[in-house]
Protein backbone atom coordinates (compact mmCIF):
# COMPACT_ATOMS: atom_id res chain seq x y z
CA UNK A 1 0.00 0.00 0.00
CA UNK A 2 1.38 3.40 -1.01
CA UNK A 3 -0.07 6.69 0.68
CA UNK A 4 -0.01 10.10 -0.66
CA UNK A 5 -1.01 13.23 1.30
CA UNK A 6 -1.36 16.59 -0.78
CA UNK A 7 -4.16 19.64 -0.27
CA UNK A 8 -7.11 20.97 -2.61
CA UNK A 9 -7.26 24.03 -3.80
CA UNK A 10 -8.91 25.38 -0.38
CA UNK A 11 -6.34 24.24 1.83
CA UNK A 12 -8.07 20.18 2.64
CA UNK A 13 -6.14 17.44 2.98
CA UNK A 14 -6.70 14.79 0.41
CA UNK A 15 -4.85 11.54 0.88
CA UNK A 16 -4.68 8.84 -2.13
CA UNK A 17 -3.93 5.04 -0.53
CA UNK A 18 -2.81 2.75 -3.56
CA UNK A 19 -2.43 -0.89 -4.23
CA UNK A 20 0.64 -0.58 -6.38
CA UNK A 21 4.14 0.99 -4.45
CA UNK A 22 4.58 2.68 -7.54
CA UNK A 23 1.68 4.67 -8.05
CA UNK A 24 2.64 8.59 -8.44
CA UNK A 25 -0.15 10.86 -7.49
CA UNK A 26 1.56 14.78 -8.48
CA UNK A 27 -1.92 16.65 -9.79
CA UNK A 28 -3.22 19.42 -8.32
CA UNK A 29 -6.68 20.82 -7.82
CA UNK A 30 -7.23 23.35 -10.65
CA UNK A 31 -10.36 24.92 -9.27
CA UNK A 32 -10.85 28.13 -8.29
CA UNK A 33 -11.98 26.96 -4.72
CA UNK A 34 -12.81 29.56 -2.00
CA UNK A 35 -10.91 28.66 1.12
CA UNK A 36 -14.09 26.89 3.48
CA UNK A 37 -15.42 28.68 6.25
CA UNK A 38 -17.33 25.84 8.37
CA UNK A 39 -18.81 27.40 11.66
CA UNK A 40 -20.05 24.01 13.62
CA UNK A 41 -21.01 24.73 17.25
CA UNK A 42 -21.34 21.86 19.82
CA UNK A 43 -24.46 22.03 21.99
CA UNK A 44 -25.06 20.30 24.77
CA UNK A 45 -28.72 18.95 25.99
CA UNK A 46 -28.96 19.69 29.64
CA UNK A 47 -31.78 17.21 29.77
CA UNK A 48 -30.00 14.32 28.09
CA UNK A 49 -26.79 15.26 28.40
CA UNK A 50 -25.71 14.39 24.94
CA UNK A 51 -24.51 16.65 22.56
CA UNK A 52 -25.96 17.91 18.92
CA UNK A 53 -23.64 19.68 16.54
CA UNK A 54 -25.41 23.07 14.86
CA UNK A 55 -23.71 23.22 11.45
CA UNK A 56 -25.77 25.86 9.31
CA UNK A 57 -23.48 26.13 6.60
CA UNK A 58 -24.42 22.71 5.41
CA UNK A 59 -27.09 23.73 3.51
CA UNK A 60 -25.77 24.80 0.28
CA UNK A 61 -24.07 21.31 -0.10
CA UNK A 62 -24.07 19.09 -3.28
CA UNK A 63 -27.26 17.40 -3.65
CA UNK A 64 -28.18 14.61 -6.33
CA UNK A 65 -25.57 15.74 -9.26
CA UNK A 66 -25.84 14.57 -12.24
CA UNK A 67 -23.31 11.45 -12.92
CA UNK A 68 -20.90 13.36 -15.07
CA UNK A 69 -20.75 16.62 -12.14
CA UNK A 70 -19.73 13.47 -9.60
CA UNK A 71 -17.46 15.61 -7.17
CA UNK A 72 -16.61 11.98 -6.36
CA UNK A 73 -15.16 10.80 -10.19
CA UNK A 74 -11.65 11.41 -10.57
CA UNK A 75 -10.80 14.50 -12.69
CA UNK A 76 -11.11 14.34 -16.30
CA UNK A 77 -10.28 16.71 -18.62
CA UNK A 78 -12.09 20.49 -18.04
CA UNK A 79 -14.54 18.08 -15.60
CA UNK A 80 -13.09 18.82 -12.13
CA UNK A 81 -14.01 17.17 -9.50
CA UNK A 82 -13.02 16.73 -5.48
CA UNK A 83 -10.09 14.51 -6.42
CA UNK A 84 -7.40 16.10 -8.72
CA UNK A 85 -5.95 13.14 -10.37
CA UNK A 86 -7.33 11.11 -13.63
CA UNK A 87 -7.60 7.34 -11.72
CA UNK A 88 -7.87 6.08 -7.70
CA UNK A 89 -7.70 3.35 -5.61
CA UNK A 90 -9.03 4.46 -2.23
CA UNK A 91 -9.00 8.34 -1.89
CA UNK A 92 -9.80 10.22 1.39
CA UNK A 93 -10.84 13.94 1.59
CA UNK A 94 -12.06 16.42 4.20
CA UNK A 95 -15.58 17.50 3.63
CA UNK A 96 -16.13 20.58 2.20
CA UNK A 97 -19.21 20.56 3.90
CA UNK A 98 -18.51 19.24 7.39
CA UNK A 99 -20.49 18.77 10.22
CA UNK A 100 -17.79 18.50 12.18
CA UNK A 101 -14.92 21.00 12.23
CA UNK A 102 -11.96 22.85 13.88
CA UNK A 103 -12.39 22.53 17.65
CA UNK A 104 -15.42 20.47 17.28
CA UNK A 105 -13.97 17.31 15.19
CA UNK A 106 -13.09 16.56 11.77
CA UNK A 107 -15.10 15.13 8.84
CA UNK A 108 -13.98 13.16 5.86
CA UNK A 109 -15.10 11.26 3.24
CA UNK A 110 -13.97 8.20 1.95
CA UNK A 111 -13.68 7.47 -1.80
CA UNK A 112 -13.78 3.39 -2.05
CA UNK A 113 -12.92 3.08 -5.78
CA UNK A 114 -13.48 5.41 -9.06
CA UNK A 115 -15.81 3.34 -10.52
CA UNK A 116 -19.04 5.65 -10.22
CA UNK A 117 -21.69 2.63 -10.71
CA UNK A 118 -19.72 0.47 -8.21
CA UNK A 119 -20.35 -0.44 -4.56
CA UNK A 120 -18.75 -1.93 -1.74
CA UNK A 121 -20.70 -5.63 -2.59
CA UNK A 122 -19.22 -5.42 -5.91
CA UNK A 123 -15.24 -4.42 -4.63
CA UNK A 124 -12.48 -7.31 -4.93
CA UNK A 125 -11.15 -8.56 -1.97
CA UNK A 126 -8.07 -6.61 -2.23
CA UNK A 127 -10.27 -3.14 -2.83
CA UNK A 128 -12.20 -4.13 0.14
CA UNK A 129 -8.69 -4.97 2.17
CA UNK A 130 -7.51 -1.37 0.98
CA UNK A 131 -10.36 0.59 2.57
CA UNK A 132 -9.31 -1.65 5.63
CA UNK A 133 -6.27 -0.15 5.64
CA UNK A 134 -7.05 3.38 4.68
CA UNK A 135 -9.98 3.28 7.98
CA UNK A 136 -7.24 1.65 9.94
CA UNK A 137 -4.86 4.63 8.67
CA UNK A 138 -7.44 7.59 9.13
CA UNK A 139 -8.19 6.27 12.84
CA UNK A 140 -4.59 6.56 13.72
CA UNK A 141 -3.86 9.95 11.85
CA UNK A 142 -7.22 11.51 13.31
CA UNK A 143 -6.66 9.96 16.98
CA UNK A 144 -3.40 12.45 17.46
CA UNK A 145 -5.83 15.90 17.00
CA UNK A 146 -5.84 17.77 19.87
CA UNK A 147 -9.75 18.28 19.33
CA UNK A 148 -10.85 14.44 18.30
CA UNK A 149 -11.38 11.81 21.59
CA UNK A 150 -13.50 8.87 18.56
CA UNK A 151 -13.41 8.48 15.54
CA UNK A 152 -16.63 6.85 13.65
CA UNK A 153 -15.74 5.37 10.19
CA UNK A 154 -19.54 4.04 8.63
CA UNK A 155 -21.22 4.46 5.04
CA UNK A 156 -24.46 5.36 5.04
CA UNK A 157 -25.85 3.02 1.47
CA UNK A 158 -29.11 4.37 -0.46
CA UNK A 159 -31.07 7.29 -1.49
CA UNK A 160 -33.80 6.05 1.71
CA UNK A 161 -30.81 6.55 3.97
CA UNK A 162 -30.62 10.20 2.63
CA UNK A 163 -27.28 9.49 0.63
CA UNK A 164 -27.19 12.81 -2.14
CA UNK A 165 -24.61 11.56 -4.11
CA UNK A 166 -24.04 8.01 -5.84
CA UNK A 167 -20.44 7.03 -6.15
CA UNK A 168 -19.46 4.73 -3.47
CA UNK A 169 -18.20 6.20 -0.27
CA UNK A 170 -18.30 6.37 3.24
CA UNK A 171 -17.59 8.96 6.05
CA UNK A 172 -15.63 9.50 8.86
CA UNK A 173 -16.66 11.38 11.98
CA UNK A 174 -13.82 12.30 14.48
CA UNK A 175 -16.09 13.40 17.29
CA UNK A 176 -14.49 15.84 19.86
CA UNK A 177 -16.26 13.76 22.93
CA UNK A 178 -17.15 10.19 23.03
CA UNK A 179 -20.80 9.14 21.56
CA UNK A 180 -23.82 8.89 23.53
CA UNK A 181 -23.98 4.87 22.16
CA UNK A 182 -20.34 4.29 23.13
CA UNK A 183 -20.75 5.57 26.60
CA UNK A 184 -23.91 3.70 26.98
CA UNK A 185 -22.11 0.72 26.13
CA UNK A 186 -18.74 1.68 28.41
CA UNK A 187 -21.30 1.85 31.19
CA UNK A 188 -22.89 -1.35 30.51
CA UNK A 189 -19.43 -3.09 30.54
CA UNK A 190 -18.06 -1.09 34.10
CA UNK A 191 -21.59 -2.24 35.45
CA UNK A 192 -20.90 -5.60 34.36
CA UNK A 193 -17.25 -6.00 35.38
CA UNK A 194 -18.30 -4.89 38.70
CA UNK A 195 -20.97 -7.37 39.56
CA UNK A 196 -19.18 -10.00 38.06
CA UNK A 197 -15.73 -9.70 39.79
CA UNK A 198 -14.19 -8.80 36.28
CA UNK A 199 -15.52 -10.19 33.48
CA UNK A 200 -15.83 -8.85 30.57
CA UNK A 201 -19.01 -7.78 28.91
CA UNK A 202 -18.60 -8.26 25.34
CA UNK A 203 -17.16 -11.42 25.53
CA UNK A 204 -20.49 -12.86 27.51
CA UNK A 205 -22.29 -11.46 25.11
CA UNK A 206 -20.27 -13.16 21.76
CA UNK A 207 -20.03 -16.45 23.77
CA UNK A 208 -23.73 -16.62 23.98
CA UNK A 209 -24.47 -15.26 20.35
CA UNK A 210 -22.00 -18.38 19.15
CA UNK A 211 -24.19 -21.06 21.20
CA UNK A 212 -27.19 -19.58 20.01
CA UNK A 213 -29.36 -19.72 16.83
CA UNK A 214 -28.73 -16.42 15.26
CA UNK A 215 -24.84 -16.67 13.63
CA UNK A 216 -25.26 -15.69 10.29
CA UNK A 217 -21.59 -16.70 9.17
CA UNK A 218 -18.68 -17.10 10.89
CA UNK A 219 -14.68 -17.12 9.53
CA UNK A 220 -11.56 -18.23 11.22
CA UNK A 221 -11.57 -14.44 12.67
CA UNK A 222 -14.58 -12.91 12.66
CA UNK A 223 -18.11 -13.93 13.63
CA UNK A 224 -21.79 -12.20 12.56
CA UNK A 225 -25.11 -12.95 13.90
CA UNK A 226 -27.99 -11.13 14.32
CA UNK A 227 -28.01 -9.81 18.18
CA UNK A 228 -30.50 -11.51 20.52
CA UNK A 229 -32.80 -7.71 20.66
CA UNK A 230 -31.88 -6.31 17.41
CA UNK A 231 -33.57 -2.77 16.84
CA UNK A 232 -33.57 -3.04 13.08
CA UNK A 233 -35.71 -5.55 10.88
CA UNK A 234 -32.45 -6.93 9.64
CA UNK A 235 -29.38 -5.96 12.02
CA UNK A 236 -26.38 -7.78 11.72
CA UNK A 237 -22.89 -7.11 14.60
CA UNK A 238 -19.50 -8.39 13.04
CA UNK A 239 -16.79 -9.46 15.66
CA UNK A 240 -13.14 -10.00 15.43
CA UNK A 241 -12.80 -13.27 17.46
CA UNK A 242 -10.00 -12.07 19.24
CA UNK A 243 -11.41 -8.89 21.43
CA UNK A 244 -9.63 -5.49 20.35
CA UNK A 245 -10.39 -2.00 21.09
CA UNK A 246 -10.11 -0.46 17.47
CA UNK A 247 -8.85 -1.42 14.28
CA UNK A 248 -5.71 -0.55 14.94
CA UNK A 249 -5.31 -3.60 17.23
CA UNK A 250 -6.32 -6.19 14.48
CA UNK A 251 -3.90 -8.83 13.66
CA UNK A 252 -2.86 -9.55 10.48
CA UNK A 253 -4.76 -13.08 10.20
CA UNK A 254 -7.91 -10.86 11.07
CA UNK A 255 -6.82 -8.25 8.42
CA UNK A 256 -6.52 -10.58 6.02
CA UNK A 257 -9.85 -12.71 6.57
CA UNK A 258 -12.01 -9.30 7.11
CA UNK A 259 -12.46 -8.54 3.14
CA UNK A 260 -13.94 -12.08 2.50
CA UNK A 261 -16.31 -12.09 5.25
CA UNK A 262 -17.29 -8.56 4.95
CA UNK A 263 -18.25 -8.66 1.21
CA UNK A 264 -19.95 -11.63 1.59
CA UNK A 265 -21.95 -10.10 4.11
CA UNK A 266 -23.10 -7.19 2.15
CA UNK A 267 -23.99 -9.34 -1.08
CA UNK A 268 -26.23 -11.11 1.10
CA UNK A 269 -27.80 -7.92 2.67
CA UNK A 270 -28.36 -7.05 -1.07
CA UNK A 271 -30.22 -10.71 -1.86
CA UNK A 272 -32.47 -10.26 1.65
CA UNK A 273 -35.48 -9.01 -0.37
CA UNK A 274 -35.23 -10.74 -3.60
CA UNK A 275 -33.59 -9.99 -7.27
CA UNK A 276 -36.58 -7.60 -8.44
CA UNK A 277 -35.68 -5.08 -5.57
CA UNK A 278 -33.01 -1.99 -5.68
CA UNK A 279 -30.30 -2.47 -3.62
CA UNK A 280 -30.58 -2.66 -0.11
CA UNK A 281 -30.27 0.26 1.62
CA UNK A 282 -27.77 0.07 4.69
CA UNK A 283 -25.77 1.89 7.47
CA UNK A 284 -22.50 -0.04 8.29
CA UNK A 285 -21.04 1.43 11.69
CA UNK A 286 -17.57 1.20 13.11
CA UNK A 287 -17.59 0.85 17.10
CA UNK A 288 -14.05 1.27 18.60
CA UNK A 289 -13.44 2.58 21.71
CA UNK A 290 -12.93 6.30 21.98
CA UNK A 291 -9.33 7.95 22.58
CA UNK A 292 -10.02 10.30 25.59
CA UNK A 293 -10.06 9.28 29.04
CA UNK A 294 -12.37 6.86 30.26
CA UNK A 295 -12.79 7.99 34.12
CA UNK A 296 -16.33 8.58 34.44
CA UNK A 297 -16.56 5.03 33.35
CA UNK A 298 -15.46 2.88 36.93
CA UNK A 299 -12.65 0.71 36.09
CA UNK A 300 -13.39 0.28 32.50
CA UNK A 301 -9.75 0.50 30.37
CA UNK A 302 -9.60 1.09 26.76
CA UNK A 303 -8.99 -2.71 26.39
CA UNK A 304 -12.75 -3.20 27.75
CA UNK A 305 -13.82 -2.44 24.05
CA UNK A 306 -14.48 -4.59 21.54
CA UNK A 307 -13.95 -3.19 17.90
CA UNK A 308 -17.22 -4.17 16.02
CA UNK A 309 -19.10 -3.41 12.76
CA UNK A 310 -23.22 -2.75 13.09
CA UNK A 311 -24.98 -3.48 9.70
CA UNK A 312 -28.57 -2.94 9.28
CA UNK A 313 -30.84 -1.75 6.87
CA UNK A 314 -34.41 0.38 7.71
CA UNK A 315 -36.28 -1.76 4.84
CA UNK A 316 -38.40 -3.87 6.28
CA UNK A 317 -40.14 -5.55 3.50
CA UNK A 318 -40.69 -5.17 -0.12
CA UNK A 319 -40.81 -1.55 -1.03
CA UNK A 320 -41.64 -0.67 2.95
CA UNK A 321 -39.07 1.20 4.93
CA UNK A 322 -38.80 0.97 8.83
CA UNK A 323 -39.30 4.95 9.77
CA UNK A 324 -38.30 6.25 13.20
CA UNK A 325 -42.17 7.55 14.45
CA UNK A 326 -43.06 8.03 17.55
CA UNK A 327 -41.78 5.38 20.24
CA UNK A 328 -38.56 5.50 18.49
CA UNK A 329 -38.07 8.99 17.84
CA UNK A 330 -40.07 10.26 20.95
CA UNK A 331 -38.48 7.44 23.38
CA UNK A 332 -36.34 5.80 22.24
CA UNK A 333 -37.79 2.18 22.42
CA UNK A 334 -37.61 0.82 18.97
CA UNK A 335 -40.53 -1.62 17.87
CA UNK A 336 -39.24 -4.43 15.61
CA UNK A 337 -41.53 -6.44 13.54
CA UNK A 338 -38.98 -9.20 12.18
CA UNK A 339 -38.07 -11.75 14.67
CA UNK A 340 -34.18 -11.57 14.83
CA UNK A 341 -34.50 -15.24 14.63
CA UNK A 342 -36.02 -15.25 11.27
CA UNK A 343 -33.70 -12.15 10.25
CA UNK A 344 -30.66 -14.77 10.59
CA UNK A 345 -32.37 -17.32 8.95
CA UNK A 346 -33.18 -15.18 5.94
CA UNK A 347 -29.64 -14.17 6.12
CA UNK A 348 -28.06 -17.56 5.83
CA UNK A 349 -30.97 -18.40 2.97
CA UNK A 350 -29.36 -15.59 0.65
CA UNK A 351 -25.80 -16.96 1.46
CA UNK A 352 -23.70 -17.37 -2.21
CA UNK A 353 -23.42 -20.82 -3.34
ZN1 LIG B 1 -18.78 9.33 -9.31
Not at 60 to 65: E, V
Not at 233 to 253: A, S
Not at 328 to 338: C, K, Q, R
Request: net charge negative; proline share 7%; glycine share 6%.
Amino acid sequence: MKKTSTRLADGRELIYYDLRDDSVRGATDRRPLDRTVTTSEIRRDPLLGDSVAIASHRQGRTYHPPADECPLCPSGGDRLSEIPDSSYDVVVFENRFPSLAGDSGRCEVVCFTSDHNASFASLTEEQAGLVLEAWTDRTSELSHLPSVEQVFCFENRGAEIGVTLQHPHGQIYAYPFTTPRTALMLRSVATHKEMTGGENLFDAVLERELADERVVLEGEHWVAFVPFAAHWPYEVHLYPKRRVPDLLGLDEEARTEFPKIYLELLRRFDRIFGENEPPTPYIAAWHQAPFGALEEFDGVVREDFALHLELFTIRRTSGKLKFLAGSESGMNVFINDVPPERAAERLREVASS
